[in-house]
């Protein structure tokens, strides 16, 4: 099958395309590269999806530059498109809501408009748990209020759902959105909070606790994502209004303390802690219902905190052991 990845050089885009490549299918990459955070880490995402030995066509571009957009799809006669590119980050929002305009609305805007224009049979794309807002009924249910967004991001991804749900009513565009709880991992984000903790910890620099670490997060291991995202590709809605939506979890909510401890287990160093209080734009807590998802895929995602954790400290080490190479070598 060839499927369009948008944000194949973030860090779930990298993920789902490697996994989509080691299935033997055809992925055509799209992402504009932004400097939101280290760069480097976008493009060593992509050189090892440019060396798989299948097939892996990537293309630098905005989601705003709809004639690039609607060329690849076009040129290469793509059906399906798995849209993960947008700008992410809950915390960037407060101080730069234009960013989240432009690739968030603009971006999607456009993603709606080609997958209209080149009848794609299935348009998947991201959402986000912070949909919710601060909701109160766990586990959240997909049936959940979503009408009071805590940051502009969580307004761009609410917008998505709406707008992609007009576009199925109106000219039948078969639709999933995909509400993504905290997700972890290899590779991942170097704004997220595991990723921060870890450097910081291996520095020996502070780490910086928000509301002593109290909030809840359903803590979602990428692999889970990977697959439950490539089980989805093959089901597309097919009610009158073809669009559906689904909470992707890991249905492990965790206090982030309790997070922070297991990650002290693992790598045998304690924390000096510096505590700060709760961001605007946060929510206390995160649970996902997940039956809906379980239902349809016959899939649950399956990997524990410890291990994943452990994981992510191995893949850190070993980048972290490099660089400290590299900076040896170059004094
Ligand atoms: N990681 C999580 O925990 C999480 C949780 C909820 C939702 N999400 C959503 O999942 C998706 C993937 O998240 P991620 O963690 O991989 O983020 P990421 O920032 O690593 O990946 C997003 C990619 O999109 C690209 N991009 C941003 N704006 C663009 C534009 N205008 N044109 C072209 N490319 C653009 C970026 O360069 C980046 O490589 C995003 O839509 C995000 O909002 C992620």
Redesign the pocket.
Known sequence: MKILV??S?????FHLSKYLLDKNHTVFGY????S?YDVKL?RDRIKILSKSKKKFIFTK????DFKKLDNVVKKNKIKIIVH?????GVRHSVQNPRDYF??NIK?FFNILETSKINKIEHLLF?S??SVYGDGKNFPLKETENTDHPLSFYAATKKSNEVMAYAYSHIYNLPATGLR?F??YGPYG?PD?ALFKFIKNMMMKRPIELYNKGNHIRDFTYVDDVVVSISKLINKPPVKKVPYDVFNIAGNEPRHLKEFLRIIEKYLNIKPKVKLLKMQIGDVHKTDANVNKLINKIKFKPKIKAEEGISKFIDWYKNQFNQESKKNENSC
């Open positions: 948008t944000g050089g973030g860090f779930i885009g992402d504009n590269m932004n939101y976008k571009g905005n989601l705003e993960l590119a947008a700008q992410a432009n690739s971006g991201a986000t748990s993504f905290t997700v984000r997220m």
